[in-house]
C-alpha cells in the first residue's frame, strides 16, 4: 500500500487506516463483537494497513484493550493513534483538558495498548475550562518523556459549535496557530467525505501550507456512502445515526442520488461505492489519510483496497456535479 507521511515528522502509515470506533462505539452495541472486531484489525493490517485509529473513551477503555492484544503480538506492523480529553460519565461526555489528568490519561493508555510509546497522541477535544496551550503543554512533555511519538488535535466537533456567518473550522485553524507556538501539530483529524466536503475550503489547505497531516474521520459518511443501508431501515436508540439528521428515513431517501453517483464510477472500475468513496478522500491531497471505520473482516479488506484505486477525470467530474447532500443542519 502507498505510504504516506503524518506531518513533518518522519512517521509514516498506509495511505488507509483503519477508525477502530465502530468496534466498541457509536454503532450499535448489539453489533458489537471483539472476536469478530479482532480479526478485522488482523485482516487490515495483513491488507497493508499500519495506522490503527482509536481513543480511551472508546467502550470507554475496551477498544484499547482490544488493540493492546494486538500490539502484543504485532508492534512493528502498526501506527497506534489515540486520544484524550474526554471522560464517558453516566450521564453526560466531559471534557477534561487539565494537564495531570492529561499525563494519567496517557499512563493508562500505554498500560492498555501494551506498548512503551504512542505514535500519534490526539486531543480529543479542547476543554472550554483549561487554556489549550496548558493541555498542549502537558502532551508535549509526554512527547519528552518519550512515551508519545507525536501530536494531534481532533476537530470532528466542529460543526457543533459552529458560529453563524463563519466557516466550519474558523476556531480550529485559530486553536492549530496557537499550538504551533508551543509544539508542532502533526495532523488535524476532521470530518472528510463526498457529503462532508467542508474541511476541503479552508483547513485541509491550512495544513498542506504547513506540513500538516489530515486523518480523515467518517469517510464513509457514518457508512451511508457505501451504499448497503437502506432508508428507512431504523438504528437502535444506541447508535448515533438514530438522531443523526442525515439518518432520517425521508434524509436517506433524498440522499440517494449521491449513492448512485458513487455507484456508477464504481461499476466503471470494479469496485465498490465505498472504495470510491476513500479513493475521493485520498485525492484530496498526499497529506490526507482516511480512516474508514469497521468492525468487519471483509469491509476492513475491501477499504483497504481503495488505496490501489485511482479515479479518472471524468470520475471527479460526475462526483462533483453531484446534488448537495440534504439535512437539517443545511
Ligand atoms: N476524533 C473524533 O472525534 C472522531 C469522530 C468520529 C470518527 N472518528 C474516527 O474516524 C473513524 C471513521 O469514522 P466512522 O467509523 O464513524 O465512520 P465511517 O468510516 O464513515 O463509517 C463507518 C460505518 O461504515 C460501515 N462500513 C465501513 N466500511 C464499509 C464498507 N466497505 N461497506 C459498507 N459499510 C461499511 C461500518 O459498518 P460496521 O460498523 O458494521 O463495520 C460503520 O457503520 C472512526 O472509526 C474513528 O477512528 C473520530
Partial sequence: MERRRIGASALEVGAIGLGCMPMHWAYTASQQSGEGALRAVHAALDAGVNLLDTADMYGPFTNELLLGRVLRQRRPDVFVSTKCGLLVGEQHIVANGRPGYVKRACDASLRRLQTDAIDLYQLHRPDPEVPIEETWGAMAEL?????????????VGARAHRRAGGGLYDTTIRQLARLQQVFPVSCVQAELSVWSPEALDALVPWCAARGVGVLAAMPLGNGFLSGTLTPGQGFEPDDVRARHPRFTAEMMAANQPIVAGLRRVAERHGATAAQVALAWVLAQGPHVVPVPGTKKERWAVQN?????????????????????VRDSWA
Fill in 143 to 155: 512527547v519528552a518523556a518519550g512515551k508519545v511519538r507525536s501530536l494531534g488535535l481532533c476537530a
Fill in 304 to 324: 483497504a483496497g481503495a488505496a490501489g484505486l485511482r479515479l479518472t477525470h471524468e470520475d471527479f467530474a460526475e462526483i462533483s456535479a453531484l446534488p448537495p
